[in-house]
């Protein structure tokens, strides 16, 4: 005898409970993810040319700051493959810490980057600066998401 198939429409109340669980936390992981890049959008167009490239004609500081949003959409795809892979062996719990981890020490990082260099040790540009603090939390949200 052959059991018959559940199909999601039908399935037992608990399990249905579970899915509006699941999807409620996908609806708000998504937003929080796309209100990050939306802000961030906003400061690199808006903001970041005249803060960090003060030095480059207008058009170049804003090309300067949209790359470090780029590295964010680049670093997210990586970080997912390289979370995901290890989860698979190591365990999600402990990569999904690591992740959010990651996510608060670059946004922190984000946070410490200084607007004009203050010493002789900080080069000239600080697009290396904005480029590594928004690799970080880029590649571990890729790795949350995935």
Known sequence: MT??????VHAPPGNRRQSSKVAFASLIGTTVEWYDFYIYGTAAALVFPKLFFPEFSPGAGLLASLSTYAVGFAARPLGGIVFGHYGDRVGRKKMLV???LAMGLG???MGLVPASPRSASWP????WRSDSCR???????GAVRC
Do not use: W
């Open 3 to 8: 059991e018959p198939s559940v199909s999601a």
């Open 98 to 100: 690591l992740s959010l």
């Open 107 to 109: 946004t922190l990082a």
């Open 124 to 127: 000239r540009s600080s697009s």
């Open 135 to 141: 690799a970080s939390p880029s590649a571990a949200n």
